[in-house]
């Protein structure tokens, strides 16, 4: 079976989540043109803590839950921002 990917804090990631050598979160995503999208984060979940010095922001799990609420309501993601 085939190991569960997991974040630097040991925490198993979902589909499409990744972690980048400098620590911040990313999800990837299609768009409705068919384009794959990035989303990052500081944040994985909302009890984390934003790093010394950078910008406070929501997390990316809140991220994602509004991108696939838009996704499954119609709303282009990338026209709304």
């Known amino acids: 079976m085939a190991e569960k990917r997991r974040d630097s804090k040991g925490r198993i990631l979902r589909t499409g989540e990744s972690q980048r050598k400098d620590g911040r979160y990313a999800y ?12 990052y984060a500081w944040k994985l979940v909302a009890t984390d803590k934003t790093p010394a010095g950078k910008r406070d922001d929501v997390s990316l799990r809140e991220k994602e839950k509004e991108i ?14």
């Open 28 to 39: 990837k995503y299609t768009d409705s043109t068919g384009k794959p999208q990035f989303v």
């Open 68 to 81: 696939n609420r838009d996704i499954a309501d119609g709303i282009d993601t990338v026209g709304k921002k």
